[in-house]
């Protein structure tokens, strides 16, 4: 499933819980993955529901950027631009 960013992180977030509440009312999470360009929307999924898979597709952050970023337990997949990160296309921490 794909979030999309909001004008705010609050938006950002009220959506996010909004969403994961409505998947797992559903009883849909062994079925369920998220993807955003937005790095708000990946870090509250991960807060919320830190067992769904997270990719955040936006590619200004380097492997090095989004290791700084991981917090306990965060599987993230990320996809790099061939054109700001030539040569690399997914990176799994």
């Known amino acids: 499933m794909e979030i999309k960013p909001a004008k705010t992180p609050e938006i950002e977030n009220e959506i996010t819980q909004k969403t994961i509440k409505m998947i797992k009312d559903m009883k849909l999470e062994s079925q369920s993955e998220f993807i955003s360009f937005s790095l708000?929307?990946?870090k509250e999924i991960k807060k919320i529901?830190?067992?769904f898979k997270v990719q955040y597709l936006n590619g200004e952050l380097s492997p090095e950027q989004i290791k700084k970023k991981v917090l306990m337990g965060w599987i993230i997949t990320t996809v790099f631009s061939r054109k700001t990160q030539p040569g690399l296309l997914k990176l799994k921490l």
Request: glycine share 0%; with cysteine.
């Open 40 to 42: 708000n929307i990946c």
């Open 49 to 51: 529901a830190p067992a």
